[in-house]
């Protein structure tokens, strides 16, 4: 008599396990690290993104602006 082991019997205890863990994970609610909400934390990245990209924005612009300065006070050699 050969001896099949548990596999046919566990196979299908097995492929329920997986299914139940694969909807485990953080909901939308759930605290996470800060005591913040997985839903606030995304909000405050995407917050924290739009700062970077308004802060870059104002840096650019104001080295235009000195630019724009430097060229005005600068004589105009071709005079």
Excluded at 49 to 63: F, I, K, N, P, T
């Amino acid at each position: 008599m050969r001896n099949r082991g548990l596999g046919p019997k566990l196979f299908p205890h097995a492929v329920m396990a997986m299914l139940l863990l694969t909807a485990c994970g953080p909901a939308e609610n759930d605290p996470g690290p800060g005591g913040v909400t997985a839903g606030e934390a995304k909000m405050l990245d995407d917050a924290a993104e739009m700062l970077d990209a308004r802060q870059a924005d104002y840096g650019s612009a104001v080295e235009q602006e000195q630019a724009a300065a430097t060229d005005e006070a600068a004589p105009d050699k071709a005079q």
